[in-house]
């Protein structure tokens, strides 16, 4: 699995266009609010092209992508937080994806009606955002009493997450997202993933737009991309309607028609890159027996992680790996004409895998 989205955003802004476009599943799709009350899941292979030069080289009897998967979640309306429309059944849903994508309507159309009347991508963003604030300081506050009891009971080991707690609760009430408080690495962060926080996550705008205004910003655009800025998140621009045609038609004859219209990637390509960079996610490859295979990572995790991301018996053995980049095997040819120019590493525990490498693991089991 490469990572896990959950699609969030108001009723009638084409959360479920574009999921089905994004993940051909046949959601429901329907203009009226709560169309879709439990959430449709999606999986969908990552475009790869590097995984397809590797097949034409090696000739795998079964070649494996590695997958990304969709949650169109029911839409969000104001006071989810405290339990209105399909509220914490809907919150619920995204506590355990990896990233959370807001689809904001960015198109006019008098025969789908917005729920909060004209168009507006800012006062729907500032909706949404501050409902996943509401329900996370819930969150919060909850555990704060449950922490607090045990402190004055005598254990002093909570001590630490009460003070956490305590810090996330000021910044959510001041307005302030958790993913732009606590910075990677720090101890904070184990007690912030078992919180599964809603802010804590990843945040991706995509912002549902005409045809007309795929290929510029537009006003509607710009202001999506200033709360991002300050949000320090990201942005990426999507035809619903057009990537509902594009999913109809076959591999080849997209590239056609992106070309035709003066698109390098189609809205799933898009988001697809965008998301690894904002997840700070890479590829690696192994080739084992009848299977070529690829696998999503953390960059900078190392060889034995990496190993058990695909058993776990793996990284409990690792022993070394032989390592080749995507670059030289190609040029090489061939994983033996490879090792005769000397271009295999071999490797041990504290080598950190980097994008594109194909990797021999040797482990005892």
Same mark, same amino acid.
């Given at each position: 699995?490469?990572?896990?989205?959950?699609?969030?955003?108001?009723?009638?802004?084409?959360?479920?266009?574009?999921?089905?476009?994004?993940?051909?599943?046949?959601?429901?799709?329907?203009?009226?609010?709560?169309?879709?009350?439990?959430?449709?899941?999606?999986?969908?292979?990552?475009?790869?092209?590097?995984?397809?030069?590797?097949?034409?080289?090696?000739?795998?009897?079964?070649?494996?992508?590695?997958?990304?998967?969709?949650?169109?979640?029911?839409?969000?309306?104001?006071?989810?937080?405290?339990?209105?429309?399909?509220?914490?059944?809907?919150?619920?849903?995204?506590?355990?994806?990896?990233?959370?994508?807001?689809?904001?309507?960015?198109?006019?159309?008098?025969?789908?009606?917005?729920?909060?009347?004209?168009?507006?991508?800012?006062?729907?963003?500032?909706?949404?955002?501050?409902?996943?604030?509401?329900?996370?300081?819930?969150?919060?506050?909850?555990?704060?009493?449950?922490?607090?009891?045990?402190?004055?009971?005598?254990?002093?080991?909570?001590?630490?997450?009460?003070?956490?707690?305590?810090?996330?609760?000021?910044?959510?009430?001041?307005?302030?997202?958790?993913?732009?408080?606590?910075?990677?690495?720090?101890?904070?962060?184990?007690?912030?993933?078992?919180?599964?926080?809603?802010?804590?996550?990843?945040?991706?705008?995509?912002?549902?737009?005409?045809?007309?205004?795929?290929?510029?910003?537009?006003?509607?655009?710009?202001?999506?991309?200033?709360?991002?800025?300050?949000?320090?998140?990201?942005?990426?621009?999507?035809?619903?309607?057009?990537?509902?045609?594009?999913?109809?038609?076959?591999?080849?004859?997209?590239?056609?028609?992106?070309?035709?219209?003066?698109?390098?990637?189609?809205?799933?390509?898009?988001?697809?890159?965008?998301?690894?960079?904002?997840?700070?996610?890479?590829?690696?490859?192994?080739?084992?027996?009848?299977?070529?295979?690829?696998?999503?990572?953390?960059?900078?995790?190392?060889?034995?992680?990496?190993?058990?991301?695909?058993?776990?018996?793996?990284?409990?053995?690792?022993?070394?790996?032989? @390592?080749?980049?995507?670059?030289?095997?190609?040029?090489?040819?061939?994983?033996?004409?490879?090792?005769?120019?000397?271009?295999?590493? @071999?490797?041990?525990?504290?080598?950190?895998?980097?994008?594109?490498?194909?990797?021999?693991?040797?482990?005892?089991?």
């Amino acid at each position: 699995m490469g990572f896990r989205c959950g699609i969030i955003g108001l009723p009638n802004v084409g959360k479920s266009t574009i999921f089905n476009a994004l993940s051909a599943a046949g959601a429901e799709v329907a203009n009226y609010p709560f169309c879709t009350i439990d959430p449709n899941v999606g999986v969908v292979q990552v475009p790869d092209e590097r995984l397809q030069n590797l097949a034409k080289i090696i000739n795998p009897p079964k070649t494996v992508y590695t997958t990304m998967e969709f949650l169109d979640i029911a839409g969000l309306v104001k006071g989810a937080g405290k339990g209105e429309g399909l509220g914490n059944k809907f919150l619920g849903n995204i506590r355990d994806v990896d990233a959370v994508v807001q689809i904001v309507r960015c198109f006019d159309d008098p025969d789908v009606a917005h729920i909060y009347g004209p168009v507006d991508p800012v006062r729907d963003i500032e909706i949404v955002n501050a409902e996943l604030m509401l329900a996370d300081l819930e969150t919060v506050e909850k555990r704060i009493v449950k922490i607090d009891r045990l402190v004055k009971s005598g254990n002093k080991g909570f001590r630490k997450e009460l003070e956490v707690c305590q810090r996330i609760k000021d910044f959510l009430g001041k307005g302030i997202v958790v993913r732009n408080v606590f910075e990677p690495g720090n101890e904070e962060n184990k007690i912030l993933k078992d919180l599964h926080l809603l802010t804590a996550k990843k945040m991706l705008y995509v912002a549902n737009a005409s045809e007309a205004v795929l290929k510029g910003k537009g006003r509607y655009i710009e202001s999506i991309e200033e709360i991002a800025k300050k949000d320090e998140s990201r942005v990426i621009t999507i035809c619903g309607d057009m990537e509902a045609e594009i999913a109809e038609l076959e591999e080849d004859e997209r590239k056609e028609f992106l070309e035709d219209i003066g698109l390098e990637k189609s809205g799933l390509q898009k988001l697809i890159k965008t998301g690894y960079e904002l997840l700070g996610l890479i590829t690696f490859y192994t080739t084992v027996g009848p299977e070529l295979r690829a696998w999503t990572i953390k960059k900078g995790t190392k060889t034995p992680e990496a190993a058990g991301k695909i058993h776990t018996d793996m990284e409990k053995g690792f022993i070394r790996a032989e @390592i080749v980049s995507y670059g030289d095997f190609i040029k090489a040819g061939s994983l033996s004409a490879a090792k005769e120019k000397g271009l295999v590493g @071999i490797e041990g525990k504290d080598y950190i895998i980097s994008d594109g490498d194909i990797v021999y693991f040797r482990f005892n089991v």
